[in-house]
């Protein structure tokens, strides 16, 4: 073969994160724990940021030359039946403050809050690392500091609890794959790495995870794909190839190929929990948040179709003078904001009068899983301690009325914006 085939369905692609640990400073990768269910569009990319030389005198009409500037990574994460523990991930790094407490004899829970303040000198958030396995083993590929720029929850009527999340990360990526290039006859038969092994413990798995061989052509000077037909075990490995041509002239090889996996290559098992069901979400609007509990307030029930929830943090990773590396050095947020959307029924004019009358409200959300021990359920919590009414315009939706409310989530003095509480069994998060 000159090129071997891997299986690059999506359902194959793996996703894993520091979700318990966040990293001790930035670009200083941690130690992946969780793996993490996602969809299948929950892809992060490298960036590069090439740029052509148009603007400068090269004698010609157009760019010939592209200066590296780096790159940056960016992406996002969405879970179409939202658990409780990627709630609790995605709302930990975030919102950036966390509190984990015991509950029952193997439960949890976790308070999550907009952080105040940075948390040192780079960043105004925490940050962890990611990787991808795209594929079956097309790559794996590790990205440090990734930071939650928006977060949107979303709980639509005759469906699943909805979470996503866009991630900006600093550029710093490391990849498990090799490039060797390597000095042999043109006519030659094998190749031998020069430290490597190939991944792999079957002769066909080890052919499939060398991509390809190339020869440079003495005579043309152009690269040519190379038949490659075995792999050794040993290491250094030893590749069989049909040779090139009939001359004896030295030239380059070039292989690319996986070596052995080692460290985070190996990704850490999957943390599983019940998805949480729309149906099974209490909101409860207008009561007082005491620290505690709500108190008071009225239920929304038959009249709501779809909550929405979007956080943005408007933070964006910066390269700075004395950074030293081609990747970003810094994160800081500019300022928080929060949006808060109801699609309800028009029965009453309650909150198209709180919207005349320029009055604050609370908002309570609570969506409730399946017990994990007795007495103590899988769930998530949303508390609101102010918000205030933005529009309310009145449209019509399957012949009935219908109003789209959109509340701006306000800073309260003693509770702050938002208070998220999550339990399950995972011990803590970006601790």
């Not at 198209?352 to 899988?378: I, K, R, S, W």
């Not at 529009?391 to 939706?397: C, L």
Request: proline share 5%; charged share 20%.
């Amino acid at each position: 073969m000159t090129r071997s085939i891997r299986n690059f369905l999506a359902t194959h692609n793996l996703l894993a994160v520091s979700a318990q640990l966040q990293e001790t400073a930035i670009n200083s990768e941690q130690e992946l724990d969780t793996l993490m269910l996602a969809d299948l569009n929950s892809v992060l990319n490298y960036r590069a940021l090439k740029v052509p030389n148009r603007e400068e005198l090269t004698g010609k009409e157009e760019a010939d030359r592209l200066h590296d500037l780096g790159g940056t990574v960016g992406g996002s994460f969405t879970f179409s039946r939202a658990q409780p523990q990627q709630f609790a991930f995605l709302f930990s790094y975030a919102l950036g403050q966390v509190e984990t407490a015991s509950l029952g004899s193997s439960g949890f829970r976790h308070v999550l809050k907009p952080r105040s303040g940075e948390v040192d000198a780079a960043r105004s958030n925490p940050s962890f690392t990611a990787a991808l396995r795209f594929g079956q083993q097309v790559l794996k590929r590790r990205f440090a500091s990734c930071f939650l720029d928006q977060v949107r929850a979303e709980f639509p009527k005759d469906g699943w609890a909805k979470i996503s999340a866009t991630v900006k990360a600093t550029g710093k990526v490391s990849d498990n794959t090799e490039v060797e290039d390597i000095t042999a006859p043109f006519n030659a038969g094998s190749l031998t790495l020069a430290a490597n092994g190939v991944a792999g413990e079957t002769a066909a798995v080890r052919l499939s995870n060398v991509q390809a061989v190339q020869a440079l052509n003495p005579e043309t000077q152009a690269w040519e794909e190379v038949t490659y037909s075995a792999v050794s075990g040993a290491v250094p490995a030893v590749l069989t190839i049909t040779p090139s041509g009939a001359s004896g002239t030295a030239t380059t090889f070039r292989v690319y190929y996986l070596p052995p996996e080692s460290g985070w290559m190996t990704l850490p098992p999957r943390v599983e929990e019940p998805p949480l069901k729309v149906s099974q979400v209490e909101v409860n609007l207008g009561g007082r948040w005491d620290g505690n509990a709500i108190l008071g307030g009225h239920l929304l029930a038959a009249e709501l179709r779809r909550l929405t929830w979007t956080f943005n943090n408007h933070l964006t990773p910066e390269r700075t003078p004395g950074a030293g590396v081609s990747y970003a050095n810094r994160a800081f947020r500019a300022g928080r904001e929060q949006k808060l959307e109801f699609d309800r029924d028009f029965r009453d004019f309650l909150l198209a009068q709180h919207l005349q009358d320029n009055d604050t409200l609370t908002v309570h959300l609570l969506a409730q899983g399946p017990e994990f021990e007795a007495g103590y359920n899988y769930q998530v919590e949303l508390i609101f301690p102010r918000v205030g009414v933005l529009a309310a315009p009145v449209k019509v939706t399957q012949r009935r009325l219908a109003e789209e409310v959109e509340f701006a989530v306000l800073e309260d003095d003693t509770y702050g914006s938002v208070i998220a509480r999550v339990q399950n069994k995972v011990s803590g998060y970006a601790g």
